[in-house]
């Protein structure tokens, strides 16, 4: 009988101990990314909506220097996107004072008072919960920031 080892055929492919520490990497990796990326979408929908904002009190002004005053309360934001009952026709901007009435990120529309509580127009949004008042990414936005 011989003692000689025949030589194993060399198989190729990985093991499981390989396989698992290669699985803990990326899970280790996704996390530190995730860590560091979820909150700068709470920081974009916060720019995002100081944006919207100035945008509506930009069309907002344009209405004032036309029409005489801002909107009433009562016809809102609308009345920047298209002519308000009773509007004279002949001041109102042809095509309104901006494109489009835009949502605030958290998909709610902005809110609106003239007068308001801050100025002669407030714009706002209540933030990522729906509420008055709020800390961080539930705090309310609004033109008097």
């Keep these: 009988m011989s003692t000689e080892k025949k030589p194993r055929k060399k198989r190729n492919g990985f093991t499981l101990v390989e396989l698992m520490v290669v699985i803990v990497i990326i899970g280790l990796l996704a996390t530190i ?7 700068s979408g709470d920081t974009a929908r916060i720019q995002k909506a100081k944006a919207d904002i100035a945008t509506i009190e930009q069309g907002l002004e344009l209405y004032r220097l036309q029409m005489g005053n801002y909107p ?7 009345a920047l996107v298209t002519p308000p009952a009773g509007a004279d026709a002949a001041r109102y901007q042809a095509g309104g004072y901006i494109k489009r009435l835009p949502q605030d990120p958290w998909s709610r529309p902005y809110l609106y008072a003239s007068p308001g509580q801050h100025g002669a127009a407030d714009v706002w949004t209540l933030g990522a919960d729906g509420k008055d008042g709020g800390q961080g990414i539930d705090a309310d936005i609004g033109s008097w920031q």
Excluded at 72 to 78: A, V
Aim: net charge neutral; aromatic share 0%; glycine share 8%.
């Design 33 to 39: 990314v995730a860590l560091n990326v979820l909150p």
């Design 72 to 78: 009433t309360t009562t016809q809102g934001l609308q």
